[in-house]
């Protein structure tokens, strides 16, 4: 099998070029390194079934050869990259969608689009059930990445329609794990990386607003299942443990054997106030659940982080 995966050195693309190549199979990944890492692919570079073309996927896309598998994984994905990237968003969800799946198309391939639970706004419904249609304010700061990915979904349900390709939706919640980037804004690294700095933990609003976190792994398990589904609709792949941002917070000062405080800043414009996925279409169609829970994951996080954030002097000297 040859897979292509656009975003292949960003955090989850990564873990995913990882996934293949560790089945025997080929990867092709494809990125411009906007906002992925070489970092997150340089042990794989001598591996002769990985090849790395360095493209942006809003321009055509020419893969020479045979493609079993196109996953579409390219796009900024934190409200830090899309606040800075905001057209850049829009035309990857756009063009680059449309770029992709006119490869899968010419290659007669498999497609995963990765979606995300952003495409229900601030939700009126939970959990969050794939019916919803969600409730997301188009104009405001969020808009560009969410309805950047809505309209990637419908784009991928026309292709199904239109030439009957084998389409998967993937709508990924909270994630994470190694190769996350510390300053990519999300609050789980920022958590961290304060903490390891020995700086004040800096929540937004009360903290209690929720998310739902799954480990990377179990994400990737999720993902191959759909791939390997016969289910062309969309599909939560997410955690439905909901914890606060404000326990959250505490867990990781815990774990990392902080004793920092906790800092109040305003809570941002269209902050969704609840997210959890409804995974019961998970669990039926593709016999899936998350198995990692939140602090053994944390401390596989934690330890990775350890390996990228500068120490802080009081922990040095302790």
Same mark, same amino acid.
């Given at each position: 099998?040859?897979?292509?995966?656009?975003?292949?050195?960003?955090?989850?693309?990564?873990?995913?070029?990882?996934?293949?190549?560790?089945?025997?199979?080929?990867?092709?990944?494809?990125?411009?390194?906007?906002?992925g890492s070489?970092?997150?692919?340089?042990?794989l570079?001598?591996?002769?079934?990985?090849?790395?073309?360095?493209?942006?996927?809003?321009?055509?896309?020419?893969?020479?050869?045979?493609?079993?598998?196109?996953?579409?994984?390219?796009?900024?994905?934190?409200?830090?990259?899309?606040?800075?990237?905001?057209?850049?968003?829009?035309?990857?969800?756009?063009?680059?969608?449309?770029?992709a799946?006119?490869?899968?198309?010419?290659?007669?391939?498999?497609?995963?689009?990765?979606?995300?639970?952003?495409?229900?706004?601030?939700?009126?419904?939970?959990?969050?059930?794939?019916s919803?249609?969600?409730?997301?304010?188009?104009?405001?700061?969020?808009?560009?990445?969410?309805?950047?990915?809505?309209?990637?979904?419908?784009?991928?349900?026309?292709?199904?329609?239109?030439?009957?390709?084998?389409?998967?939706?993937?709508?990924?919640?909270?994630?994470?794990?190694?190769?996350?980037?510390?300053?990519?804004?999300?609050?789980?690294?920022?958590?961290?990386?304060?903490?390891?700095?020995?700086?004040?933990?800096?929540?937004?609003?009360?903290?209690?607003?929720?998310?739902?976190?799954?480990?990377?792994?179990?994400?990737?398990?999720?993902?191959a299942?759909?791939?390997?589904?016969?289910?062309?609709?969309?599909v939560?792949?997410?955690? @439905?443990?909901?914890?606060?941002?404000?326990?959250?917070?505490?867990?990781?000062?815990?774990?990392?054997?902080?004793?920092?405080?906790?800092?109040h800043?305003?809570l941002?414009?269209?902050?969704?106030?609840?997210?959890?996925?409804?995974?019961?279409?998970?669990?039926?169609?593709?016999?899936?659940? @998350?198995?990692?829970?939140?602090?053994?994951?944390?401390?596989?996080?934690?330890?990775?982080?350890?390996t990228?954030? @500068?120490?802080?002097?009081?922990?040095?000297?302790?």
């Amino acid at each position: 099998m040859r897979t292509v995966i656009t975003g292949g050195a960003g955090f989850i693309g990564s873990h995913l070029c990882d996934y293949f190549l560790q089945r025997g199979e080929t990867v092709v990944c494809i990125d411009n390194f906007l906002t992925g890492s070489r970092r997150n692919i340089r042990h794989l570079r001598r591996n002769r079934k990985f090849t790395l073309i360095e493209h942006d996927v809003t321009k055509y896309i020419d893969v020479p050869g045979r493609v079993d598998n196109v996953l579409h994984f390219a796009s900024p994905a934190s409200p830090l990259d899309y606040a800075v990237f905001k057209i850049q968003t829009l035309k990857v969800g756009a063009m680059g969608t449309h770029n992709a799946l006119g490869l899968a198309v010419k290659k007669k391939a498999r497609f995963l689009l990765a979606s995300t639970s952003e495409i229900y706004g601030d939700p009126l419904e939970h959990p969050q059930r794939e019916s919803y249609w969600g409730n997301v304010n188009p104009i405001g700061p969020r808009g560009v990445y969410d309805e950047a990915k809505r309209y990637a979904e419908a784009l991928t349900m026309a292709y199904h329609r239109c030439h009957g390709l084998n389409t998967k939706i993937a709508r990924i919640f909270n994630t994470y794990g190694p190769r996350m980037r510390v300053n990519d804004g999300r609050a789980l690294p920022t958590f961290i990386a304060q903490a390891l700095r020995d700086e004040k933990i800096t929540v937004f609003g009360k903290g209690s607003q929720t998310r739902s976190f799954c480990y990377v792994t179990d994400l990737i398990d999720g993902l191959a299942r759909l791939l390997r589904s016969r289910e062309n609709y969309p599909v939560n792949i997410g955690n @439905p443990v909901e914890h606060t941002i404000a326990e959250l917070a505490t867990m990781i000062v815990d774990l990392a054997g902080s004793g920092n405080a906790v800092i109040h800043k305003p809570l941002p414009e269209d902050d969704p106030k609840v997210r959890r996925p409804d995974i019961a279409r998970a669990r039926t169609i593709l016999g899936w659940r @998350p198995t990692i829970p939140l602090p053994e994951g944390l401390r596989k996080t934690i330890d990775y982080f350890r390996t990228i954030v @500068p120490v802080s002097k009081k922990r040095k000297t302790s």
